[in-house]
């Protein structure tokens, strides 16, 4: 069965200092690996993805992330962060078999001034 | 730019009551979800809809669920007994083809009080 782990439930970082916020996940074939993003009381937005290709992805905002296979691992990077970042994160992964997505625990990202 | 349309925002029930939740999907999209989240915690998947009948569906996805798309854009999510552990926030999303990122409406705030 398909699962997502995010290790910290927090990530507290400066503003203009780089960030990373750490995914790692199973499944049984291909991994489709989604990162989003929740402010306070709104849906969740689509980061990025990363399908097939280049390891590196770049998505919206700034953000980009990195697929290891042999880690099993799909870190959210950026390299300057900016208060307007601090937010709800979420890793999310689907295998080749099913349709559904399945989201990590979140991580709460706090940008200081 | 298109996006995924959720109504009411904000539902309060009596246990016991039926609540329907509508979701109106990108036009052009072919699968579509329920998830849902407590109290900004954990992104449950419940159900998955596709070709006019359900995919996949969780264990959390029992008796006292259903999903409709009655007339080809409006895509509900009925509660037939509302429980207190229904409380939690209701989100709809859909996807264009298998593979690609899913859009996801603001949610819906059910409280059964």
């Known amino acids: 069965a398909q699962s997502v782990a995010q290790p910290e439930d927090q990530v507290k970082v400066a503003e203009g200092n780089p960030l990373t916020v750490k995914c790692t996940y199973s499944v049984s074939g291909n991994p489709y690996l989604f990162w989003y993003v929740q402010y306070p009381n709104r849906g969740l937005q689509f980061l990025l993805k990363?399908?097939?290709?280049?390891?590196l992805v770049k998505g919206s905002y700034g953000f980009e992330a990195e697929f290891n296979k042999s880690q099993t691992s799909f870190h959210l990077k950026k390299p300057s962060a900016l208060v307007s970042d601090s937010a709800l994160y979420f890793c999310a992964v689907r295998d080749g078999n099913t349709d559904k997505l399945i989201f990590g625990t979140g991580t709460r990202l706090q940008v200081f001034p | 730019e298109p996006e995924v349309t959720q109504t009411p925002s904000h539902q309060v029930t009596q246990m016991g009551q039926e609540v329907i939740l509508r979701c109106v999907p990108i036009s052009n999209h072919l699968y579509f979800y329920w998830y849902r989240q407590i109290l900004g915690q954990k992104v449950e998947f419940l159900v998955s809809?596709?070709?006019?009948?359900?995919?996949?569906k969780s264990e959390i996805f029992d008796d006292q669920f259903s999903v409709e798309r009655p007339d080809g854009s409006n895509f509900t999510l009925k509660i037939r007994s509302t429980k207190l552990e229904d409380s939690a926030m209701y989100f709809c999303?859909?996807?264009?083809?298998?593979?690609?990122?899913?859009?996801f409406g603001q949610g819906t705030r059910l409280t059964v009080v």
């Open positions: 990363y399908i097939t290709g280049d390891n």
């Open positions: 999303a859909s996807i264009r083809t298998w593979g690609t990122e899913a859009f």
């Open positions: 809809f596709y070709n006019n009948e359900i995919s996949e």
